[in-house]
């Protein structure tokens, strides 16, 4: 079985603590499949992995490694043989076997390894297109906190980019509520799918969410640019050729302060619209 699920740029945290959850045994699972990014500096393989039997669907995310020697020799591309161990809610690998090697997926997982963007890193620059077909920057924002996420409009998933467009409605609205917010912040939707997102099919789906284009905006741009400006947040992409309308894909939503500096980042879609106002109230009492 294969999940349109998320290719995770952060160390896996596999199944969410409860307080008061008893402690579980250690277990094994065997874990075959292919190797898509290597970080060295954070000790984590992305692996597109089957079946674990037992444990888990076929999906794509990374998983901490336990020793730095397991790391060595690893490349994209590498087809293994593994043994994740889970410790109670956390898994990591602690064996690997090289199988063989095979072309990888369409992914953007090599701009992946150049560095994602961390707390105090500065927002990169990109040249865009928003919905109403104007050239933008993404340099025009700084002055102003913003909120940027990466969605695309033929997402299947109603947990996936639909939610990412709830949250970002609710945003606008609390935004326009608040008398301390209001006019003081802004929202970004950055499509990864620019064949298809094109910006009439922008500005007729912001239509639809209520979009106010003096808030939210909208972006496309060439393939390239989105792809390499959604790796750098943490975006991890794969699309597959038996399934060319659906992008894999994980979520990573970013509050960036008004001098261009990254304050926060959101991963998935369990954050709330609340959380994120007042994190932006925070921002604003700088």
Not at 59 to 65: D, E, G, H, L, Q
């Amino acid at each position: 079985m294969t999940l349109r699920l998320a290719l995770a740029g952060a160390a896996l945290a596999l199944l969410e603590a409860c307080t008061g959850t008893p402690a579980q045994p250690v277990k094994q699972y065997e874990l075959t499949g292919q190797v898509l990014a290597v970080y060295e500096a954070r000790q984590e393989l992305a692996i597109k992995h089957d079946d674990i039997e037992g444990y888990m669907p076929g999906m794509t995310m990374s998983f901490p490694v336990a020793t730095k020697s397991l790391m060595a020799g690893r490349t994209p591309g590498e087809l293994i043989k593994a043994t994740l161990e889970v410790d109670g809610l956390v898994g990591r690998i602690v064996t690997i076997t090289h199988v063989g090697s095979a072309p990888l997926p369409d992914t953007n997982t090599a701009a992946m390894t150049a560095g994602i963007l961390a707390v105090g890193d500065q927002l990169p620059d990109a040249a865009l297109i928003d919905q109403q077909d104007r050239r933008r920057s993404l340099s025009e924002w700084i002055g102003t906190p913003t909120v940027i996420t990466f969605i695309y409009t033929r997402c299947p998933l109603p947990n996936f980019c639909p939610a990412m467009n709830r949250h970002f409605a609710a945003l606008q609205k609390g935004l326009a509520a608040d008398a301390t917010l209001a006019g003081r912040v802004k929202l970004i939707s950055i499509t990864f799918d620019p064949e298809h997102d094109t910006p009439a099919v922008l500005a007729d789906f912001a239509a639809k969410h209520d979009s106010d284009p003096a808030v939210w905006t909208w972006l496309t741009g060439d393939r390239v640019t989105t792809d390499r400006l959604a790796a750098k947040f943490g975006v991890g992409l794969i699309r597959e050729a038996d399934t060319p309308t659906e992008v894999i894909h994980n979520l990573r939503t970013t509050l960036v302060d008004g001098a261009g500096r990254v304050v926060k980042i959101y991963s998935g879609s369990d954050w709330t619209p609340a959380a994120v106002l007042a994190d932006i109230r925070g921002v604003l009492a700088r």
